[in-house]
């Protein structure tokens, strides 16, 4: 498996990392890969990659919510590392209206930035989405190309808003620990997803499933997200596991 989605390198891991990273390839973890949030998860990101070469791959972009006054300075920082060197993906990137909708236009300029920016590069974009989609939608479908590709993660949308993802020719949907949750509509839109456009993610430390729904979440929990996965599609597990490792190593190039 791979997790197409953790912040490992967030300070929730500082105690015991190289353990939560032992115990994702107990399970079967063969990568994970590093979501940047803004200019203060660079650092952090970057040494957690050198140190694990060939597991750990970071995305470089500007999360929705760092989007603020200082968007534009943001931005250069982060186009100032992607003319730097390779990175996965332009990541993560989208429209947040839950938290705050005070910078909604800059966060739709940001947005589309980062995706011009994709393209020009031949990367895939990482979509975050929360209370979001028509705003999403317009900026995606805006800059719709034959290059552009990408998944949205974490993707909680209802089955209108997952068919029209699945309309893109390159997209994948994500899917996490929410999954899991007891009064999910989740399980009823997945199983109307084709198993070869999901990718499996944790978002640790957040959303972790359940049983662990609440505590910190980490990579090693996937397997309850690909259990899942196979229990609505009346899959083996390992069916799961195999394609949505194919879906994110087509994807991501790894
Ligand atoms: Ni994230």
Not at 98 to 124: S, V
Not at 189 to 206: C, F, H, I, M, R
Not at 222 to 228: D, R
Request: charged share 30%; glycine share 6%; aromatic share 8%.
């Amino acid at each position: 498996m791979i997790d197409t989605h953790s912040h490992i390198y967030l300070s929730e891991f500082d105690e015991d990392r190289a353990e939560v990273v032992e115990r994702a390839k107990r399970v079967g973890l063969k990568k994970i890969l590093l979501p940047n949030v803004d200019g203060e998860t660079i650092e952090a990101m970057h040494q957690l990659e050198g140190q694990y070469k060939g597991f750990c791959h970071a995305m470089m972009g500007l999360h929705p919510t760092s989007v603020d006054h200082n968007y534009r300075a943001a931005l250069d920082e982060v186009k100032k590392h992607l003319d730097t060197r390779p990175y996965i993906a332009v990541g993560e990137i989208g429209i947040d209206l839950y938290w705050d909708k005070t910078f909604r236009a800059e966060q739709m300029e940001a947005f589309e930035q980062q995706i011009i920016w994709a393209k020009e590069l031949n990367l895939p974009i990482v979509i975050h989405c929360r209370e979001a989609f028509a705003e999403v939608f317009e900026v995606v479908e805006k800059q719709m190309d034959d290059k552009l590709c990408g998944v949205f993660h974490s993707f909680t949308g209802n089955i209108e808003e997952a068919r029209r993802i699945l309309g893109y020719n390159n997209f994948m949907i994500g899917i996490n620990g929410v999954v899991t949750f007891k009064n999910t509509h989740l399980r009823e839109v997945v199983k109307e997803v084709p198993l070869n456009k999901l990718v499996l993610e944790t978002d640790a430390p957040y959303l972790a499933p359940v049983p662990k729904r609440g505590r910190r979440n980490e990579p090693a929990y996937i397997e309850k997200v690909a259990e899942t996965i196979a229990l609505v599609h009346g899959k083996d597990i390992e069916d799961v596991k195999k394609q949505t490792t194919i879906n994110a190593k087509q994807l991501f190039a790894v």
